[in-house]
């Protein structure tokens, strides 16, 4: 691929919050937060680009955007899997959109 610098997917959990809305979460590799992202009602989607809740200094999504990938689903923030930076980096070699 030529000058193609796509946004980095991320595997992204969809929760249920206590309002009864719904949030795609995700444990970052970058910073180990949890970044969290609305879903609006009716916007039900497997892959959506969002900006990029990292503000790590050093994070390579700062600044910048992702793409979500709904890959399940939690009930508690607790529940999110680690993923981390080497995982980030085999998935989005894997998938040869970098
Ligand atoms: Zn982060």
Redesign the pocket.
Known sequence: MTGVNREDLVPAYRIKRHDGGISLMFR?P????V?SHGEPDGERSVLTSRV?????PR?P?LGRGYRLMVVGTVRSSRELPLWTEVDAAALNDAVGER
């Open positions: 970052c970058h910073c180990r937060a970044h990029a809740h990292c503000h790590n994070s999504w």
